[in-house]
C-alpha cells in the first residue's frame, strides 16, 4: 500500500485545532491534502498504533460504507507516522435521552457500529468516539484501540450468543469505556444514551443481523490482502485474530432468533450483494485495489456460495423444539446409566415409558418442557452423592465376598420410588437403612471430613469411604475405597511421621487444591487467605509440629470450600448467569465470599445468612426469565427450599477452573 506524503497535507488557515468534547490522545489537526476537494483530520502517532489504527477504521468502512475514509501517512524525513481521516459533516456526541430514536429510524447504524466494535476488541467506545453525522448516522471515529488483544490487554473479548443478544449492553466483553454503561473502568447502573427495549428493537436488531452478516461472509482471501495491504509487515497476527473471531461470531449469530430468521431472508442476501460491491471497489489509501479486477467475478461467487453455506449450516442447527427433544433422550440415557443394577425395574420401566410420552408429545413444546423438568429432578435423584454412596456400599460389600448383603440393600434401593432416592440417607428410617444396619454398614457421612482417633487406628476417607464394623465390637476392617473423584486425606497419623520438607510440600499442594475452590476471582477472603498461608509456612519451615497444625486446618478449609454445599450454591449463581439473572449470580457468589473458610460447608445447614438470603431473592425475580427461556437445561433454577433439601445431593464436578496470578492486574491505560 502506498503511504501517503504529509507533505502533501496543508494545515488550516487559522492552523486551528480540531474541537473535541472528549480529552484528545494525539495531537489533531484539522487540513487539506493535495488533489482531494475533503478536509482531513491530521493525527500524529506511533507507527504500530497508526497501523492498529488504520485497519480497524477501515474494517468498519467495509462493512459500514457511510464511515470515513482513514488515511495512513508518514514523514519522508524523520519517519513520523500520522493517520488522516476525512472529516464528518456536523459530527456531534450521541445524544442523551433519546434512546427511542435509535430504534424508530431517526438514527441510524448504531447496531452495525456496536458489533463491529465488539468484534475488533474495541475498548475505547466513550461517547465522542461515536457520534453522529449531519445525516443521523451514527459514525466511529479514533480507533486506536481496536485488537485490545494485541495490545497486551487482558480484558475478556468473547463473542457469545448471549453477548450479541444483549446489546447494545456489553456482556462477556470487557471495556475501558463503552457508549455511558462503561466509563474510565467503571460500570454505570444506568445510561443516558440507551435503554433495555433497544435490545428488542427490530431496527436495531436488523443492524446487528447485517453486520454480522457481512464479517460473517468475508472470505479467507479477502482478509488476507486486506491485512496485508494494510500492513506488509506484521500483518499474520491479524489475519489470524480476524479469521478465529470471524469463526467463533458465526457460531453465537446461528445460536441467535433474529439472525435465524433474517439469514432466510432476501434482505440477507441483499446485504451479501452490497458487502461484494464494497469489497470489489474498496481501496487502500484511496489508490490501492485491495482486489485486481480480474479477481473481482470469482469474489462474488465465493461470497454468494457462502451465503448458501451458511444456510445450510443454519437447517443442520436443531430448532429449539428439536433441541429439546434431544436433551429429553440424553437424560433418559443418563438416567438409564444410574440405574442400581440391571434388575432396577422402577427405572427402566420410567425410561421406557418417558421414550412414548416424548415421542407422543414431539410437537407440543410446553409438554416437552414439562417432560423435562421432570426428567432433570428424577436424575437429580438418581445421581445423588446419597444414592452413590449406597451403591458404593454394597459394591464394597460384594468385593469383599458379601453378596447376599449387598444383594438386599441394591433389592431395596431399586423399590425405592426415584425422586425419592436422593432422600434415602436423610429419611428416619427405610428398607435401604434397615438393610444396611442387617449389613452392619454404618451410614456414610457426604463430604464431610472427621480426623481420625489414633487409638481407634480407624482409616477416614472423603466422600463414599465405609466402614464395616461387626456386631462384637471387633476391630473394624477398612473396606477399599471406591472409585470418588478425590483423594484420601492423609491423617494425623500419617502426617506425624513426615518431615518438613515433605510437610512444606503437602502444605502447598493444599493450598493450591484451596485456591483452584474459590467462589470468583473476587474471593478476597479466600485468596489472602492462601496469600498470608504462603508466608506462615516459610516462617515455621523449620518447625515440623507446627507445620502438622497448619496441615490439619488446611484440610479442614479445603473440605469446607470443596463441599457439597458450596459446590451446589455455585452452580446456583452458574444457573442463573446462565439465563442472564448476572446481577442475583452476583448477590449470591459476594455473599458466598464474605463467609469465613471454615463456615462455609455450613452455608445451606445454617437457619440463616446472606447466601440464603440472596438465592431467595433471586429465585422470585428469575423464575419467570428462566421458565421461558431455559430451552433443555439439567441445572434449572428451583426455589430455595428445594435447593437445601437436595444439596446433599449434589456430586462436586472436576474442576475446571484455571488458576490466577494472585495480583493479577487490570489493563491500565487512559486512552
Known amino acids: 500500500m502506498p503511504v501517503r506524503d504529509i507533505s502533501e497535507f496543508t494545515p488550516s488557515v487559522d492552523d486551528s485545532a480540531v474541537a473535541s468534547s472528549v480529552p484528545a490522545s494525539h495531537q489533531v489537526r484539522r487540513g487539506e491534502m493535495k488533489g482531494s476537494d475533503t478536509v482531513w483530520i491530521r493525527k500524529q502517532m506511533p507507527t504500530a498504533t497508526a497501523q492498529i489504527e488504520i485497519i480497524g477504521q477501515e474494517f468498519f468502512r467495509l462493512i459500514i460504507p457511510h464511515q470515513p475514509e482513514t488515511h495512513l501517512a508518514q514523514d519522508k524525513a524523520n519517519g513520523t507516522h500520522y493517520i488522516l481521516s476525512e472529516e464528518v459533516n456536523g459530527y456531534r456526541p450521541l445524544p442523551t435521552n433519546q434512546a427511542r430514536n435509535f430504534g424508530n429510524g431517526t438514527f441510524t447504524g448504531l447496531g452495525q457500529v456496536l458489533v463491529g466494535s465488539m468484534f475488533l476488541q474495541e475498548v475505547d467506545l466513550k461517547n465522542g468516539n461515536v457520534g453522529l453525522n449531519d445525516q443521523n448516522q451514527v459514525i466511529k471515529i479514533d480507533g486506536d484501540w481496536c485488537f485490545a488483544s494485541e495490545q497486551n490487554s487482558q480484558r475478556e473479548s468473547r463473542l457469545t450468543p448471549e453477548g450479541i443478544a444483549s446489546l447494545p449492553y456489553p456482556k462477556d466483553f470487557s471495556a475501558f469505556n463503552w457508549l455511558d454503561l ?24 436488523a443492524e446487528v443481523n447485517e453486520a454480522m452478516l457481512k464479517i460473517c461472509l468475508m472470505p479467507d482471501s479477502f482478509i488476507d490482502e486486506f491485512v496485508k495491504t494494510h500492513m506488509p509487515d506484521d500483518g499474520e497476527r491479524f489475519i489470524s485474530l480476524i479469521k478465529s473471531r470471524r469463526e467463533e461470531l458465526k457460531t453465537s449469530a446461528y445460536q441467535n432468533p433474529s439472525f435465524q430468521d433474517y439469514l432466510k431472508t432476501a434482505k440477507a442476501e441483499r446485504d451479501a450483494e452490497s458487502l461484494a460491491a464494497q469489497m470489489t471497489s474498496f481501496k487502500a489509501n484511496g489508490e490501492a485495489l485491495i482486489v485486481t479486477p480480474a479477481n473481482h467475478a470469482q469474489l462474488i461467487t465465493t461470497v454468494q456460495n457462502n451465503v448458501s453455506l451458511m444456510r445450510t449450516e443454519l437447517a443442520k442447527i436443531p430448532s429449539p423444539q428439536q433441541k429439546l427433544i434431544q436433551d429429553n433422550q440424553q437424560l433418559l440415557t443418563q438416567i438409564l446409566d444410574h440405574r442400581v ?7 427402566i420401566r420410567y425410561v421406557e415409558q418417558a421414550k412414548i410420552k416424548i415421542a407422543a408429545n414431539a410437537d407440543n413444546p410446553q409438554r416437552l418442557m ?3 423438568n421432570e426428567l432433570s429432578r428424577v436424575f437429580t435423584s438418581v445421581s445423588s452423592m446419597s444414592v452413590k454412596s449406597i451403591k458404593d456400599i454394597a459394591k464394597n460389600l460384594r468385593n469383599n465376598e458379601l453378596s447376599d448383603k449387598a444383594d438386599r440393600i441394591e433389592l431395596a434401593l431399586a423399590n425405592m420410588p426415584l425422586e425419592e432416592r436422593k432422600l434415602v440417607l436423610q429419611q428416619a428410617s427405610n428398607k435401604v437403612k434397615d438393610a444396611m444396619m442387617a449389613a452392619a454398614a454404618p451410614l456414610p457421612k457426604i463430604a464431610m471430613m472427621a480426623h481420625p482417633d489414633p487409638v481407634k487406628k480407624e482409616a477416614i476417607f472423603k466422600s463414599t469411604s465405609t466402614i464395616i464394623e461387626n456386631k462384637a465390637g471387633q476391630e473394624a476392617k477398612p473396606l477399599k475405597a471406591s472409585a470418588v473423584k478425590l483423594e484420601p486425606l492423609e491423617s494425623s497419623i500419617q502426617t506425624s511421621n513426615k518431615s518438613s520438607a515433605e510437610l512444606i510440600q503437602l502444605n502447598q499442594q493444599l493450598l493450591e487444591q484451596i485456591k483452584v475452590h474459590r467462589v470468583n476471582d473476587q474471593d478476597t477472603r479466600l485468596l489472602r487467605y492462601v496469600a498470608q498461608t504462603q508466608g506462615k509456612i516459610a516462617k515455621i ?33 452458574k444457573t442463573s448467569r446462565k439465563y442472564g439473572a448476572d446481577a442475583k449470580a452476583d448477590r449470591i457468589e459476594h455473599a458466598l465470599c464474605k463467609m469465613p473458610l471454615e463456615e462455609r460447608r455450613l452455608v445451606l445447614e445454617q437457619d440463616t445468612n446472606e447466601v440464603q438470603d440472596a438465592i431467595e431473592g433471586s429465585m422470585f425475580t428469575a423464575r419467570k426469565e428462566v421458565v421461558t427461556n431455559r430451552a ?28 490466577v496470578e494472585e495480583n493479577e492486574q487490570d489493563l491500565n491505560f487512559e486512552p
Request: hydrophobic share 35%.
Open 632 to 659: 433443555a437445561s439439567s441445572g434449572s433454577i428451583a426455589s430455595f427450599k428445594d435447593i437445601k433439601a437436595r444439596f446433599a445431593a449434589i456430586a462436586p464436578q472436576e474442576n475446571t477452573v484455571d488458576e
Open 182 to 205: 462503561i466509563q474510565q473502568d467503571t460500570s454505570k447502573k444506568y445510561s443516558n444514551i440507551v435503554n433495555h427495549e433497544l435490545s428488542h428493537s427490530p431496527q436495531f436488531r
Open 370 to 372: 414439562e417432560i423435562n
Open 541 to 573: 519451615s523449620d518447625n515440623p509440629q507446627q507445620l502438622m497444625a497448619m496441615n490439619q486446618e488446611l484440610n479442614r478449609v479445603l473440605t469446607s470450600v470443596s463441599s457439597i454445599a458450596v459446590h451446589s450454591v455455585k452452580e446456583n449463581a
Open 341 to 347: 443394577n440391571d434388575n432396577d425395574v422402577l427405572l
